[in-house]
């Protein structure tokens, strides 16, 4: 899911999940070892980066995206206006660009032949009403192939956000088409992710589906008319990015499937913890640890 600084909490979850595969094969594995497709929406979708593309470790997954939100979310604009987002993009584009060229120095490009497919959502400026998700692949698909572009053009496009960071105009094949996050619709892109795995793999059976959170969205009443009209906003943002309605979807459907599908998310205290906190992080942790207890 995406969640800004809130997706720490994806990795210490699944940094779990990896030391105790870890101990029963006596081996450090990356989930780009084991799992053959990851996806991701907003900032849930550079981690996605991370984790397939650029095949980081646990371990230096949570380190460089520490280290990238803390660049990204740092220096708010003064004053924000109306239709102004709250991030410059220029500290965004520097802080990715800095752990492609550690990670990925003789390739910068997103497509990639690797064992782990990667996709990240985002969606066509032009046809955002649609709600049709586009994606951002590391590999070939059989329909639907965007063009080719690179890694850091893909984490800009899936982490464009009406309040966060500008939107992100791509030029493929001669044409160009602009670019905003899927965070408003497809925040949690499980059913996509599924659609994806019956395209590239038709005919197989899935194994183990594993859905990760970033805790739930606190929705603040207005009690003041001043108030009133921000709040609102903020809450029809925030509803509009609920992923557990979702998330229970997908439950029933694998209701009669046990053991294949798993979702994690980590609740208690998250909830008063900002997208863009990154000073928040050690809370993150804390919280998410005492969840996997």
């Known amino acids: 899911d995406g969640g800004g600084v809130r997706g720490v909490s994806q990795l ?73 987002n709250k991030f410059s993009t220029k500290n965004f584009k520097q802080g990715i660009r800095d752990v492609i060229a550690k990670y990925s120095p003789g390739n910068p490009g997103l ?24 994606l951002f692949r590391t590999y070939p698909a059989p329909k639907f192939q965007l063009p080719d572009c690179e890694i850091w053009e893909a984490a800009r496009a899936t982490s464009a956000s009406p309040v966060l960071f500008d939107d992100i105009e791509i030029t493929g094949n001669s044409v ?64 509009s990015t609920d992923c557990e309605q979702t998330a229970e979807l997908i439950s029933r459907r694998f209701r009669e499937i046990p053991r294949v599908y798993f979702r994690l998310n980590a609740t208690q205290g998250m909830e008063v913890i900002d997208e863009a906190a990154w ?8 919280h998410t640890e005492q969840y996997v207890r």
């Open 111 to 134: 497509a990639c032949d690797m064992h782990c497919k990667t996709f990240v959502c985002a969606m066509s400026k032009a046809n955002f009403t649609a709600k049709i998700p586009r």
């Open 279 to 286: 000073n928040k992080i050690p809370d993150i942790v804390s």
């Open 176 to 239: 160009s088409d602009t670019y905003i996050g899927s965070d408003m619709g497809c925040n949690n892109p499980i059913n996509v992710l599924l659609d994806e795995c019956n395209l590239v793999y038709p005919g197989r059976h899935v194994a183990c589906v594993l859905s990760l959170g970033t805790g739930p969205e606190m929705l603040n009443i207005p009690n003041t008319i001043l108030s009133t009209h921000a709040t609102l906003n903020n809450t029809l943002q925030k509803m």
């Open 12 to 84: 210490v979850m699944l940094k779990e999940i990896l030391q105790r595969l870890d101990y029963k094969t006596e081996q450090r594995t990356r989930p780009c070892d084991i799992f053959d497709m990851i996806g991701g929406s907003g900032m849930g979708g550079v981690l996605a980066l991370f984790l397939g593309r650029l095949s980081l470790s646990i371990d230096d997954a949570l380190r460089e995206y520490a280290a990238f939100v803390s660049i990204a979310f740092d220096n708010k604009r003064i004053p924000l206006s109306v239709g102004t």
